[in-house]
């Protein structure tokens, strides 16, 4: 599913940072992701977990944004931003007490994902990751596949077939990431236990050239919600995803 905010959020957010840095700032390209499952946060939550996002203490710039949403490209200035994500209050959004709340480096030129999150543990948390966006060599697309699951640390492994891959992290904790420029066509994105050959998941896409690829591992092993959620930074409809 894909959320955009309301023009009056996005027009809001536009004035005040305007306001704060200045109308000539150079700006960095941001998209956001919902990658906890309720179920995780406990048994009688809703395995949506609707949450509202709040920038600078100011701007409700997202409402009712639900596991597995995507949110954006936005276009910020570069900056630090607080950014405090809340459980969603349909009457009053972004009013809820934030139960994660983290300042958000931006670099000019930056393209980057914000990420909700569980931790290794299993607590809420969220990460920035910077996305390598440049040109990536003909016929071949770029995948890079991220560890934000409650898990402990996973081999990673993305190529052609599994276990055979064409790029590894081994021993990869929450937070890792494992990158590969790839021919176009089927590949497959393997995740297992540190050290050990039995596959935990694994997961195919079909790669179209020239565009760079995200994949999030997300939810709990222990729960049984671990997922991934893949992003194709050229445009959502360009992904095809086999289970």
Do not use: W
Not at 9 to 28: C, E, N, Y
Not at 48 to 56: M, S, Y
Not at 69 to 79: E, H, N, Q, R, S
Request: proline letters at 7%; aromatic letters at 6%.
């Amino acid at each position: 599913m894909y959320l955009s905010p309301t023009k009056t959020s996005l027009f809001a957010l536009a004035a005040v940072l305007t306001l704060a840095t200045g109308a000539f700032a150079q700006t960095a390209s941001v998209r956001v992701i919902h990658g906890i499952p309720g179920q995780d946060i406990g048994p009688d939550v809703d395995p949506a977990l609707p949450v509202d996002i709040q920038v600078n203490g100011a701007i409700c710039l997202l409402s009712g944004f639900t596991f597995g949403d995507i949110a954006g490209p936005f276009t910020l200035p570069d900056g630090t931003y607080d950014v405090e994500i809340s459980l969603a209050n349909t009457l009053e959004p972004c009013s809820n007490p934030a139960v994660i709340a983290a300042p958000v480096p931006l670099e000019a030129g930056e393209n980057a994902t914000i990420i909700a999150h569980l931790t290794e543990e299993g607590s809420p948390t969220a990460s920035k990751f910077v996305n390598d966006v440049t040109p990536s060599a003909d016929g071949t697309a770029r995948l890079i596949a991220h560890h934000t699951a409650a898990a402990p640390a996973v081999d990673i492994n993305v190529g052609f077939g599994f276990p055979r891959s064409t790029a590894t992290i081994p021993n990869a904790s929450n937070g890792a990431q494992a990158a590969a420029e790839l021919p176009t066509g089927t590949v497959t994105v393997g995740f297992s236990a540190a050290g050990m050959r039995e596959v935990l998941f694994v997961r195919t896409a079909r790669l179209r050239g020239d565009l760079t690829y995200v994949a999030y591992a997300v939810g709990s092993l222990s729960n049984g919600t671990f997922d991934l959620i893949f992003v194709p930074l050229g445009g959502l409809s360009n992904l095809t995803i086999r289970n």
